[in-house]
């Protein structure tokens, strides 16, 4: 039509595919747009992780915090009466760290371990799959948003227990409270995560909670001090991840701890945890990487 406007650009050569990306074309197919760290995707995800337990905060942060509290009034009751001391406090005052942070951990693993198994059930496991993130940023995001969840229940458990008489929280060492109460954290959200990955179903997750999760965090020094025990379960509790956990924290609080008679015992205790969230993220990134009972 002879009416019609001629394009200024008429002459120009079509973009084609093979041509990748330039300024304001398309990718090629298939080419990736992300060569570097994608920042937006992986806050997105965490968002989403986050936004999705505290729609229900009641029932992810309030209840497990209520819950807890409920052990601190029934040992306390139980075994803190006629002035109790352990480690030249009372009862009460002695085991208030070891709930805090048992709470935290084990809401960092209900977390952690629910995104993949849910999708894998409901068939939306797409959702973590297709998006442009890589397996490291994957990881990070659902890891990050399990701690999220595991530091807003140590807020809510402090907060109810200064309530609570005889409760005295001083923290003495402020670096062993962060860093063993992350730590512990960032380790049951990484079991949790590969938990997820490896369950088919909520049976295999409650399985784990119930015969791995409990027992280790019960039979931690949580309620006790393992200079008690005889001299074998002595050496079983010192396998234990979960009592490094525990006693470092409570050391954070009370400047005291069953993990050794000094500091560089704590120091100790406090790099054998970060080598074990090392090595833990290592296999769970390796698992991320093969698709493994993710893609077939």
Known sequence: MADQPVSQHADAAPILPEQGMGHGTFPAQ???MFHRFNRIGLWTLYMKEVRRFFKVQTQTIWAPAITTLLFLVIFTVAMGREGRMVLGVNFATFIAPGLIV???MQNAFANSSFGFLAGKIQGTIIDYL???LS???LMLALVGAAVTRAVLVGLALSGAMLMW???HLNVAHPWAVIW?????ATMLALIGLLTSLWAEKFDHN???TNFVIA???LLSGTFYVIDNLAPLFQTISRMNPFFYVISGFRFGFLGQSDIGDTNIAVLHGALGLGLLNLAVAGLVYALLRSGWKLKG
């Open 215 to 217: 027992p280790l965090s």
């Open 165 to 167: 008489p005889g409760v």
């Open 206 to 208: 409650s399985a784990v």
């Open 30 to 32: 298939g080419a990736p």
């Open 135 to 137: 397996n490291a940023e």
């Open 130 to 132: 297709m998006p442009p």
């Open 102 to 104: 048992m709470g935290m």
């Open 180 to 184: 063993f109460g992350l730590m512990g």
